[in-house]
C-alpha cells in the first residue's frame, strides 16, 4: 500500500470515529441565523466539505497564477 493511501485512510479512519463518538445535538448561530439541534455528526461532514471546497477553490486560484508567472517568465 502506497503512503498516500495509507495515510488517508488513516484520517478517514480517525473522522469516523470521532464522528461516531459525537451523536449530541447543539445550537449554531451564524450571524442573524440561528439554528438549533444540529447533531454533530452531520455538522462535522459538512464543515470538512466546505473546507476542501474552499482548499480546491484555492488551489485552482494558485496553479492558474502559477501558469501565468510561467508565461511571463518564457516571454522575457
Sequence with gaps: MKLK???IVFILLVFA???FQNLEKVSI???FWKFEMIPLFILFPLIM???IFIGF???GTRKKKQ???KGS???I
Excluded: M, N, S, Y
Aim: proline letters at 0%; charged letters at 20%.
Design 5 to 7: 493511501t495509507f495515510v
Design 17 to 19: 470515529i470521532i464522528l
Design 29 to 31: 448561530q451564524l450571524l
Design 49 to 51: 466539505l466546505i473546507g
Design 57 to 59: 477553490l484555492l488551489a
Design 67 to 69: 501558469k501565468k508567472i
Design 73 to 75: 517568465r518564457e516571454t
